[in-house]
């Protein structure tokens, strides 16, 4: 029979095994983990209604009738293109700029 001396002396048993069990162990317990991640993240993604709808084919056209209700109402005919300020330009001076424009328009 083997003598225990012997087994301490083995070194596969006294660094090998240790380290397959690590590894071996770690993949299980890194599953784990990573499966509570992307069931949290699950929880967290439920869709809104609105967005649901927009996903569901059966609800999309009273989406687009809701949308259609919304547009008509709009006065198209006096609607104006105002560019906005750039991320450079100062956004207080370029109102005043833009208001004067219209005013002298007006």
Request: charged fraction near 35%; charge should be positive.
């Given at each position: ?13 006294r ?5 397959m ?24 993604r ?61």
């Open positions: 029979m083997l003598d225990l001396r012997t087994l301490q002396r083995n070194k596969t048993l660094y090998g095994l240790p380290m069990l690590l590894v071996v162990g770690g993949s299980f317990g890194l599953r784990e983990f990573t499966q509570i991640r992307y069931d949290a993240q699950k929880f967290k439920k869709l809104d209604p609105s967005l649901l709808a927009k996903v569901d084919v059966e609800k999309q056209s009273a989406i687009l009738e809701e949308e259609y209700e919304k547009v008509k109402e709009l006065n198209l005919v006096q609607w104006k293109n105002i560019r906005g300020p750039r991320p450079w330009e100062d956004s207080r001076e370029y109102q005043e700029q833009q208001r004067s424009r219209m005013n002298k328009k007006e």
